[in-house]
């Protein structure tokens, strides 16, 4: 399986939120997409996702364009987790991951074995089963995302879309979290996230694509694309790019910045 962004242009209304976008995404690899915020990377998930139609390029799975097929054949192969998802009042854990089965739904095709089994199998890989009875709003922070994540995976797709999965996480829930998304992809999944920090996005993905202005400015691996010219690039402060201990993964650690730093990397458009 291949997922495959060619020259891919899209809009907000007044804003060119991506600009000619080229992305290639293989079975078993981690993409983390990074940059300011309003710099198109959300728009860009929205656009794979089939949730936001682009204005020009094309999206392909296996060379078949995405805006092709019908919204539930679309739903077999990409899996999309949006930011701050809301789940229903008073949902238990075991019904929010039930949801993720709702493609494999039909007038004729009604809750099954193979529904369950993969419900079940979700939890489990996720580490949820002891909470399935349990309500939403009863749970953690680490506890929801994992929920959510669950029923994103039991929608058994090939691609998963993860729009900001450690958002309002700390330090801990966000290293189990990408510990479970790098586990989720070396079993054979696609992962496409957008992370906010650069750190965790160069740890744990194969390839690191950074955006500003709607662009993409640098892609590859993060060993070879993280650096502090990329950093000046896209946040508008010097630092310095070490090496961790152990894995040798770039760490980012920002110099001493003066007042006065020039804001223009938002480009207005809303929550990315």
Not at 72 to 79: D, L, T
Not at 190 to 199: G, P, Q, Y
Not at 205 to 224: F, K, L, N, Y
Request: glycine residues 6%; aromatic residues 2%; negative net charge.
């Amino acid at each position: 399986m291949e997922l495959r962004v060619n020259k891919v242009c899209a809009s907000h209304p007044q804003v060119k939120a991506v600009r000619d976008v080229d992305l290639a995404v293989r079975d078993g690899q981690v993409v983390a997409i990074v940059g300011p915020n309003g710099c198109g990377k959300s728009t860009l998930l929205r656009t794979i996702a089939r949730l936001h139609k682009p204005d020009s390029g094309t999206v392909t799975i296996d060379a078949e364009n995405v805006w092709s097929m019908s919204a539930k054949r679309a739903a077999h192969r990409i899996a999309l987790l949006p930011q701050s998802p809301t789940a229903p009042e008073a949902i238990t854990v075991a019904d929010l991951v039930a949801h993720g089965r709702h493609p494999h739904q039909g007038l004729f095709r009604q809750w099954s074995r193979a529904d369950a089994i993969a419900a079940d199998t979700a939890m489990h890989d996720t580490s949820i089963v002891p909470l399935a009875g349990r309500r939403m709003e009863t749970l953690s922070g680490g506890q929801r995302q994992r929920a959510w994540l669950a029923m994103s995976l039991a929608q058994e797709t090939p691609i998963v879309l993860l729009d900001e999965p450690t958002s309002a996480l700390d330090l801990g829930h966000t290293v189990e979290m990408l510990t479970l998304v790098r586990d989720i992809a070396d079993s054979g999944r696609a992962i496409v996230m957008v992370v906010h920090d650069l750190v965790s996005a160069a740890r744990y993905s194969d390839v690191v694509v950074a955006m500003r202005d709607g662009e993409v400015i640098a892609s590859g691996p993060a060993a070879s694309v993280v650096t502090s010219d990329l950093v000046r690039r896209l946040y508008d402060i010097d630092a310095d790019v070490l090496s961790a201990p152990g894995d040798a993964a770039p760490v980012v650690v920002p110099r001493a910045q003066s007042l006065g730093r020039d804001s223009g990397a938002d480009n207005g458009s809303p929550s990315e």
